[in-house]
């Protein structure tokens, strides 16, 4: 009788087990294509980033990311003025916030990471170093569970979510279309050099020079650094690297009317957030507009609408 209970414990423990596999391993072919872009803009480890979302979601199937769609178990604290749901954690009946999609929950999480001065020394690592930011989230606070860095390396080498970090590093310069030769009243700096403003969309933009800064655009143009951050969707960390566009107003939901019929190829190394800025539009509608799902990644040849 025994060893019939035994036998029946371990199938029931077997096929769990395979279960908990494959959910584990959908849930990563959902949002891979998401950790991968969320690395790029912001420079988190995408095996990171899919790590903490399998372990805080449970594979999307926690109660936080069912009923509002929060992947990262983060709660309402600091500036969060939008909705919320309660939970029981730490203490009874706690706030955790609550998003319109997962895909808001993910862009939240990298800017959690990216502008808490207790992060800070996280992206001082290599971005390969996977065990290095396991145990830095930890010893910065983020989960107060003892074995939490050993749970994200156990789920990065089990998974291989490395090959996922080395995806992240094929994307070339920005260049925006333009759809006509008009140009803006250039801007002339202290230096006595000249920054041109061009328009794309409508939209006002300037090109980062070498060694350029946030902080100097913002003098030359009147328009603050938040507000830059904000319109080109950059986290608070970021480098400008040459070549960037920055654009001076806020992007809209669709590209020039010029592209109504016409639709983006992709290039080799583009994804989408590229695509998004060379033609002035917020990341999220190009998601939108194309039915996206949030494993989209970017592929040669793939036509993408950008009206």
Request: hydrophobic share 35%.
């Amino acid at each position: 009788m025994r060893r019939i209970v035994f036998l029946l414990l371990f199938c029931l423990a077997a096929f769990y087990a395979k279960a908990q596999n494959e959910a584990y391993r959908q849930y990563i072919n959902t949002f891979k294509g998401v950790a991968i872009e969320q690395m790029r803009r912001y420079g988190i480890p995408a095996s990171i980033t899919l790590a903490q979302g399998l372990l805080e979601s449970g594979a999307g199937t926690s109660f936080l990311a069912i009923t509002a769609n929060n992947h990262f178990g983060i709660k309402t604290g600091g500036t969060w003025d939008g909705a919320f749901v309660f939970k029981d954690d730490d203490k009874q009946g706690e706030r955790f916030r609550k998003y319109e999609s997962p895909l808001q929950s993910y862009e939240d999480h990298s800017l959690f990471l990216s502008t808490r001065s207790r992060y800070a020394s996280l992206f001082q690592l290599d971005k390969l170093d996977y065990q290095g930011w396991a145990r830095g989230l930890k010893t910065a606070g983020y989960a107060t569970n003892p074995k939490y860095a050993d749970k994200l390396i156990g789920l990065i080498d089990l998974y291989d979510l490395t090959q996922y970090d080395r995806m992240s590093f094929s994307e070339p310069p920005v260049v925006v279309a333009d759809e006509g030769p008009r140009i803006f009243p250039t801007v002339i700096t202290t230096n006595s050099t000249v920054r041109i403003i061009r328009q794309c969309n409508g939209l006002r933009y300037v090109v980062a020079n070498a060694d350029d800064r946030l902080e100097l655009i913002s003098q030359q143009t009147g328009v603050s650094e938040h507000q830059l951050k904000k319109f080109n969707e950059l986290p608070g960390h970021y480098v400008l690297k040459a070549g960037d566009i920055i654009f001076l107003d806020k992007k809209g939901k669709r590209a020039a009317s010029v592209y109504k019929n016409r639709q983006h190829k992709v290039q080799a190394g583009e994804s989408l957030y590229s695509i998004a800025q060379r033609y002035g539009v917020q990341l999220k509608y190009l998601y939108k507009m194309n039915n996206f799902p949030y494993s989209y990644q970017a592929r040669v040849g793939d036509e993408i609408r950008v009206y």
